[in-house]
């Protein structure tokens, strides 16, 4: 009986050992996650600070990874080049931008599409100094409208269908035009407005065309951001 209680000691304390070594490894890879999220998020703030001063071709690692205050070692670990980093940086705008997408039922955003919209406002508010880039004169803009198209275009087809396919490609290329150009407003002009007024404004567009200049689409959405 003594040795049998001698034994499962052992046991638990071998247990508890294992377990706090799993424990350390683990703590360990999250301190190594938290760094490597606090170096990509640092490189992705200097290429939108650079991306203010010139086009993406004229930056180079050198000069990024100064700002940055990190060496091009450290660089290279995460990205390719530059053009890499701008890429990565875009598609997780736009996986964001797919996933609110995504959430919202395509026959609900044919009724409702203001819910959808004031997510999308929101996420380019959150984001205002990375939009403005991809919109402006250093960002591609005709490469950012094929990509939203991409992304939305084949589940809302299936709800938006008509007679002519030719109909809805077009119809699709103004909404995300507008939309596109509402926005670029929307930052020149200090964002002053929340983004729910602007999803009520283009909501009313979509509905009512040019009588929308008959109306305030503001007058029921507060001035206040959430």
């Known amino acids: 009986m003594f040795i049998n209680k001698i034994l499962k000691y052992c ?24 760094r490597v999220r606090r170096t990509r998020k640092q490189l992705r703030e200097c290429l939108v600070t650079l991306l203010k ?14 700002l940055a205050d990190l060496n091009r070692g450290t660089f290279y670990l995460h990205y390719k080049d530059v053009f890499d980093l701008l890429e990565k940086t875009e598609s997780e705008l736009l996986d964001d931008f797919n996933q609110l997408v ?3 039922d395509a026959e609900d955003l044919k009724k409702h599409p203001y819910g959808i919209f004031v997510e999308i406002y929101t996420l380019a508010y959150d984001n205002a100094d990375l939009v403005e880039i991809l919109l402006g004169e250093n960002g591609d803009l005709n490469r950012l409208k094929q990509l939203i198209r991409d992304k939305c275009l084949h589940d809302w087809m299936e709800v938006f269908r008509t007679g002519n396919p030719a109909i809805f490609d077009a119809y699709f290329s103004f909404i995300v035009s507008g939309c596109v150009g ?25 509905r009512k065309g040019i009588g929308v200049l008959d109306t305030d689409p503001f007058a029921d959405i507060e001035n206040v951001r959430s």
């Open 182 to 206: 509402l926005v670029q407003y929307w930052l020149k002009t200090g964002m002053k407005e929340t983004p729910q007024q602007l999803a009520r404004l283009t909501e009313q567009v979509i």
């Open 102 to 104: 995504m959430k919202h």
């Open 53 to 66: 001063q010139k086009k993406v071709q004229d930056i180079t690692v050198r000069e990024l990874t100064e």
């Open 11 to 34: 046991k638990q304390i071998r247990e508890n050992i294992t377990y706090k070594k799993g424990e350390f490894l683990i703590m360990s890879t999250e301190a190594v996650d938290r």
